[in-house]
């Protein structure tokens, strides 16, 4: 379990603040108000515990108050009028109330920062996204209460089960090395959610009546990529007599990056992140020589003018504009890269929906062939803080939320209303690798709008095995919304899956407070040269292929501090 793993790398700890301010839910924030409890007399029996055994439900014997803090969302409609808050409610015993940060992260985060510079008095639980090393100071600091003696100690019953049956062997590693702060105590809840189809949507999808009416095969290495992107500029593939088509087209937002892409057939490429080889040593793939053949191939594809220049400008919904002409205009695009349901609407109201599919990754020159994705891994950004006054109560409520059919509440809304159980026997709609476990009866999605069936958080236990245990809707809208969904959706996990690297993946490094201070301006200042610097040299700015100007890139890195980044990144590396 993964659970015994992390005891073998933490200290218990548990620090709690006795006094309960009820002016904190007075705050200026929209809020929900718990009932006040009535005083009753003293029983004239024995009292029972406040706490039922581990696993069990109700949590708690008698009613007690549970304040629970999240980040307000504009598509929930009401927390108090809201199913899940009134399921937890009739569930655990507790009186559930919700506490609403701004919407806002960093908003968020200055309301929790003047909160706790104040004194107040918190929320029981707050889930908000911070850095591992804001985190840590935080539970250093006696904001948050140490995880692991209720780990230890058995109470963790749900996510130990949870976590046994769906994490992969990578996914409990990374949750042994991501879950303690540098002190060695778990101050976030190692919740895992991930949706893997959101981890492979950065990908090329591809115009197959072009290809089509060109009698050309989808390209598979960056070569035939190129002379197929040629030949959507030269050879008037949509037959409106123009040269008017856009070969390739990305955005400047999430999952748009064409270079980051493109170079995935040259190196390993994701977000800067570092990379490893099988001794563990930290290297950085921005300063390899195949990165800088990566640059050339991309360079070579921009004088030739097959990559619009709008690539390195444009939003999603630019893109998406395009993309979403009306049907008597001619298509522009050939290739794009974005996300699916960011460029076409999941309704299937545009039609040329229907001329796209999904494209595996390219092979390289040297036959290397990445699919980039966003690396699943742990969620731990729940907090228990020291102002609860029933911290058991509160980690049995996080551990509830591990429970299977609870996380796929969280996600999906209501049990058979929303989703329902998958029969026995049910397929995948992402393929034989995912037991079916729910179903939609249409292809309504909850999450896109507004309601008040959930508090739309990305919390519970849903890794990516369970995530996609979901099985084809029963009934489509129309043929293009069933086209999108199988072709476009669940195609883009099928098809690019397999190209993601294994081994040892660098996730997020845990600093020391000391390191942290050292490098965060570095690290910040190097992801900001390279960013303006790859968009030169792929635009053709700058030739990668120039010594004098590929080395003064080189140097100018080197300037910044990247050796010192890469000293203090291999130190935390090996310590985790």
Known sequence: LVICMLATLVLAGCNKDADKDE?????????????????????????????????????????????????????????????????????TGMNMSVYLFPNDASEAKIKLSAMVSAQETL????????????????????????????????????YDSQAAKWLSDTEVGLTNMLSPSEDGNIYGFPFFYDDPTNGTAQGLFINHQWLTNLSMDMPKTTDEFKNVLMAFKN?????????????????????????????????????YRLN??????????????????????????????????LTYSQSWSELKTIMSSPETEPTLVGTFCCHPALTFPTDGSVPRTLEFTTMEPLIGPEGVQFQESS?????????????????????????????????ITLRFGEEDVNWWKAEEGAVSNFGPSYEATHTRQTNENIWTVEQNVMWRRSI???PPRLFK???????????????????????????R????????????????ATEAAAITEIETTIKSYIDESRARFGKGELDPADDDEWNKYLQDLEDIGLQQWLDIAQTAYKRM
């Not at 009753?40 to 055994?53: I, N, Q, S, V």
């Not at 228990?384 to 551990?399: G, M, Q, V």
């Not at 397999?498 to 600093?511: F, H, M, Q, R």
């Open 375 to 407: 690396l699943a891994k742990p969620a731990p950004w729940t907090y228990i803080t020291s102002s609860s006054e029933n911290p058991e109560a509160a980690f049995r409520l996080l551990d509830y939320f591990c429970k299977q059919e609870i996380s």
């Open 23 to 91: 002016d904190m839910k007075k705050t200026e924030e929209k809020a929900t108000k718990a009932p006040e409890k009535e005083a009753t007399a003293a029983p004239e029996k024995e009292e029972m515990p406040l706490l039922t055994e581990p696993g069990q439900l109700p949590i708690v014997n008698e009613p007690i108050d549970m304040v629970f803090a999240v980040t307000s969302d504009p598509l929930v409609t009401d927390y108090v009028d809201n199913y899940l808050t009134k399921k937890l409610t009739a569930d």
């Open 497 to 512: 899956d397999s190209k993601v690297p294994t081994g040892n993946l660098v996730a997020d490094l845990i600093y020391t």
């Open 123 to 158: 929320p029981d639980i707050i889930s908000l996204g911070l850095s591992h090393s804001e985190k840590g100071n935080y539970g250093m600091g006696g904001t948050f209460i140490a995880l692991n003696k209720y780990f230890d100690d058995g109470k963790a019953v749900f």
């Open 276 to 309: 490893a080889d099988d001794d563990y040593n930290i290297s950085a793939p921005f300063i390899a020589d195949e990165f800088r053949e990566g640059l050339i191939y991309i360079k070579s594809l921009s004088d030739e003018n097959l990559i619009s220049p």
């Open 235 to 271: 050879d008037d593939p949509n037959g409106n007599g123009k040269k008017d088509e856009i070969p390739l087209m990305g955005q400047i937002s999430w999952k748009g990056d064409v270079i980051e892409l493109l170079m995935n057939a040259f190196i390993y490429f994701s977000d």
């Open 469 to 495: 245990g979901l099985t084809a809707p029963a009934e489509y809208d129309n043929a293009t919304q069933e086209y999108y969904q199988k072709n476009l959706w669940s195609g883009t996990l099928i098809l």
């Open 460 to 462: 519970g236990f849903l």
